[in-house]
T-cell receptor, first 112, second 111 residues
Framework: DARVTQTPRHKVTEMGQEVTMRCQPI?????VFWYRQTMMQGLELLAY????????DSGMPKDRFSAEMPDATLATLKIQPSEPRDSAVYFC??????????FGQGTRLTVV | GDSVTQMEGPVTLSEEAFLTINCTYT??????LFWYVQYPGEGLQLLLK?????DKGSNKGFEATYRKETTSFHLEKGSVQVSDSAVYFC??????????FGTGTSLTVIP
């Protein structure tokens, strides 16, 4: 059963620390999305890639966030330095051509 | 630009009641339309989809019809169950583009 895998599922860190979230898209999917979900803002698109190239990262705070796809099987989202307002659930999703998006189970980040 | 507007929640219904969650969209051309469901602590799962005008998507008793004349894709279910309690998201996408999600509608079904 193909699925998007995100690690870690939960992360608690102190303010100022670096956080790295990882996503393994479904094999063969060429588009990867990063979303952030909070109660106040709902689901926000942070960035997305096609064939490993970033297409849009306008939703991401550039000073502290970075997203990369080192290879076709791994997408990463880094926050450095982390702040309490970054506390949220971060979702990765992938798709191929005109399919629907398949979501991972998310990384719940708490910055204290 | 493209956007999706969803009915505000939360919605609370008794078991076996009829459900409608309204969704309208703004888009050029002919996007594909989706309903996703999110259960507590989980990611979003596809519930149903429609890729062209007048298509009806259906799954698990839920239905939605792609209405281009009213730019709508309302979600309906004839008889809800407690297990349908979740957050429902309407979304659209153009081929090769990003997804646009609505704000989500929380549904609670009480026995």
């Amino acid at each position: 059963d193909a699925r998007v895998t995100q690690t870690p599922r939960h992360k608690v860190t102190e303010m100022g620390q670096e956080v790295t979230m990882r996503c393994q898209p479904i094999l063969g999917h060429n588009t990867v999305f990063w979303y952030r979900q909070t109660m106040m803002q709902g689901l926000e698109l942070l960035a997305y890639f096609r064939n490993r190239a970033p297409l849009d990262d306008s939703g991401m705070p550039k000073d502290r966030f970075s997203a990369e796809m080192p290879d076709a099987t791994l997408a990463t989202l880094k926050i450095q330095p982390s702040e309490p307002r970054d506390s949220a659930v971060y979702f990765c999703a992938s798709r191929i051509r005109d399919s629907e998006a398949f979501f991972g189970q998310g990384t719940r980040l708490t910055v204290v | 630009g493209d956007s999706v507007t969803q009915m505000e929640g939360p919605v609370t219904l008794s078991e076996e009641a009829f459900l409608t969650i309204n969704c309208t969209y703004t888009a050029t051309g002919y996007p594909s339309l989706f309903w996703y469901v999110q259960y507590p602590g989980e990611g979003l799962q596809l519930l149903l989809k429609a890729t062209k005008a007048d298509d009806k998507g259906s799954n698990k008793g839920f239905e939605a019809t792609y209405r281009k004349e009213t730019t709508s894709f309302h979600l309906e279910k004839g008889s809800v169950q407690v297990s349908d309690s979740a957050v429902y998201f309407c979304a659209l996408i153009h081929p090769g583009n990003q997804f646009y999600f609505g704000t989500g509608t929380s549904l609670t079904v009480i026995p």
